[in-house]
Antibody
């Protein structure tokens, strides 16, 4: 059974860099895409971006100038880096596996495995 | 970005009730709509993908529907384990976007 586990500091100072790692167990990381998402307090989910195991990435334009997602297949983990953080970056951060399927002539993408999330607070 | 408008934001129901949650997309997203269940402190769980396909091991009391840009999640007979927050997600184009969520409680 595939499991994802986020890890990283729970407190980051404003203007500094947030770094999180998602460890993958129970499945090969050289399949599918791997994604980061977040949910600020009292708000809805926001998709941050995803990375394919080959290293190709796709980011939310709202964060593109500050975000980077990388993958280390040998260590079976992928990582999120968000620079110049502000208070509005405080959120629960989730990692997820993105699966591409084939259904009735369509290729739906969905997030079928998620981590439990890790809370990050941006504060001095 | 594609906007997803989800309603209601919360509802109260009883065990055995039929519950319907709606998401409306701001433009055509074909069937690229997923539904998730989320309980506090747990990982979100995929229920339905491609608007109406039940993910494996999800009980058959959950179903999804589509009419144009309107999508529904229906729980035919609410069970105690179903009290949670539900949210929709479009994966027609990036950035993927979500509905604001519907909290289902007693």
């Amino acid at each position: 059974q595939v499991q994802l586990q986020e890890s990283g500091p729970g407190l980051v100072k404003p203007s500094e860099t947030l770094s999180l790692t998602c460890s993958v167990s129970g499945d090969s990381i050289t399949n599918d895409h791997w994604s980061w998402l977040r949910q600020p307090p009292g708000k809805g989910l926001e998709w941050i971006g995803y990375i394919h195991y080959t290293g190709s990435t796709n980011y939310n334009p709202s964060l593109r100038s500050r975000v980077s997602i990388s993958i280390d297949t040998s260590k079976k983990h992928f990582s999120l880096t968000l620079t110049s953080v502000i208070a509005a970056d405080s959120a629960v951060y989730y990692c997820a596996r993105v699966t591409v399927d084939f259904w009735n002539g369509y290729y739906p993408y969905y997030m079928d495995v998620w981590g439990k999330g890790t809370t990050v607070i941006v504060s001095s | 970005d594609i906007q997803m408008t989800q309603s209601p934001s919360s509802l109260s129901a009883s065990v055995g009730d039929r519950v319907t949650i709606t998401c409306r997309a701001s433009q055509s997203i074909s069937p690229y709509l997923n539904w998730y269940q989320h309980k506090p402190g747990q990982a979100p769980k995929l229920l339905i993908y491609a608007a109406s396909s039940l993910h494996r091991d999800v009980p058959s009391r959950f179903s999804g529907g589509r009419s144009g840009t309107d999508f529904t999640l229906t729980i035919s007979s609410l069970q105690p384990d179903d009290f949670a927050t539900y949210f929709c997600q479009q994966t027609s184009s990036t950035p993927y976007t979500f509905g604001q969520g519907t909290r289902v409680d007693i």
